[in-house]
């Protein structure tokens, strides 16, 4: 088994962190931009993409800061993986940035990155950004 390394990237998302955070951490809000369908049972969430299903445990939120997500697959493992959605503002110029840190094998960080990139496409375009 190969080891997963950790990477961000940041994108930036001229938007009030309440306006994204609900689309960071809704089943509702998911679904909009992340998956095709979002389903959440307290904090176990299920994301469908076409005939895909994975399944995630939220383990960590701080109301329009950030929201940590688990693979319910990555849980029997001893590393401590997982997805988080982290909004910041820069204090200098007010912008908000959105860093999404997750992990992936060496050789699918780049293709991981890309698919990010294009997956928070679809949220600025669907924040009218």
């Known amino acids: ?36 369908d979002v389903n959440a049972k307290g904090e176990l969430f299920t994301f469908k993409w076409n005939s895909v299903v994975q ?25 401590d993986y997982f997805f988080e959605f982290k909004i910041e503002v820069q204090e200098m110029s007010g912008n908000t ?14 293709d991981a990155k890309s698919l990010w990139e294009s997956q928070v496409g679809e949220l600025k375009h669907l924040l009218g950004l």
């Open 55 to 79: 399944k995630a445990r939220m383990i960590s939120s701080k109301e329009s800061k950030f929201i940590r997500f688990r693979w319910l697959e990555d849980e029997e493992d001893k590393n």
């Open 1 to 36: 088994m190969v080891l997963k390394e950790k990477y961000t990237i940041e994108i930036n998302l001229n938007a009030s962190p309440k306006l994204i955070y609900p689309r960071l951490s809704t089943p509702s809000g998911l679904s909009e931009w992340f998956a095709d």
């Open 97 to 110: 940035a959105l860093i999404v840190t997750d992990f992936a094998e060496p050789s699918d960080i780049e």
